[in-house]
């Protein structure tokens, strides 16, 4: 489904990304771990489109298309999408409008007409009771006041509506507790699907106990430096990163 290709990429003349590979098939759960600042966040960001990432050299392509090419809102609307790591707040600006109003310029993308009310209301429902969220969260500015937890849950709440081929989940667990983390884990395993693919990026294994990856890569220095199983982010949790970057240059 993606497949990255030697990718580089820099911001304000500083070289981040240093040549990452990367392939993800339909139905798979990758993990991308790695100390702070090894470009786990720039990876997502990149392929997202965001656009203070200058991409270099190397190539991104999501089901045969080359993604480079394609602005933001055409990536979001064929399914590549990024949740946000600090969720923004966006004063006056109620949750459920800006729900419906991304899954409409989906669907509108895809040759559908704008979802019907009735149909919203079922499917907006639907979907917060799954994350266990008060239906008056929907009414409420987007993350407005929302705890760090809310903010997560919204996040995967946003996922479960626009359901994209391609989700990118950055750092969902920082700062939550037991209860939320198995609130948002739960929601994003029911994501998992043949059609679906997700990239976690995480900084700790924990997360990777309720959603456990199919694949685990360690970033390091721009490089996937080593990739693995499940069993690999647990080793990583007992011995940290160090050996991972002194095993790949060996
Ligand atoms: P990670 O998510 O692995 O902690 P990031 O991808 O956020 O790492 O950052 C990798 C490096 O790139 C860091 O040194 C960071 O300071 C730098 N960087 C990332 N985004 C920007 C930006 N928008 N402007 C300047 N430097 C950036
Ligand atoms: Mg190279
Ligand atoms: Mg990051």
Known sequence: MLEVKDLHVSVEGNEILKGLSLSINAGEVHAIMGPNGSGK?????????REEYEVTSGSITYDGQDVLEMS??????????????????????????????????????????????????????????LMQMDASFLQRSVNEGFSGGEKKRNE?????????????????????????????????????SEE????LVTHYQRLLDYIVPDRVHV????????????????????????WVLEESVA
Not at 41 to 49: K, N, P, R, Y
Not at 101 to 114: D, H, P, S, T, V
Not at 165 to 192: F, Q
Not at 230 to 239: G, H, N, V, W
Request: net charge negative.
């Open 41 to 49: 966040s720039t990876l997502s960001a990149v392929i997202a489109g």
């Open 196 to 199: 679906r693919a997700i990239l």
């Open 156 to 192: 995967i709440l946003q996922m479960l509506v626009l359901e994209p081929r391609l989700a990118m989940l950055d750092e969902i667990d920082s700062g939550l507790d037991i209860d939320a983390m198995k609130v948002v884990s739960d929601g994003v395993n029911s994501l998992r």
């Open 72 to 129: 933001v809102e055409e990536r979001a609307c064929a399914g590549l999408l990024l949740g946000f790591q600090y969720p923004v707040e966006i004063p006056g600006v109620k949750n459920i409008y800006l729900l419906k109003a991304a899954l409409n310029a989906k669907r509108e993308a895809q040759g559908l007409g704008e979802i019907p009310a009735p149909e919203f209301m079922k499917l907006i429902k639907e979907k917060a009771a």
């Open 219 to 242: 970033l390091v220095d721009g490089r996937i430096a080593m990739s693995g199983d499940a069993d690999l982010a647990r080793e990583l949790e007992s011995r940290g990163y160090d």
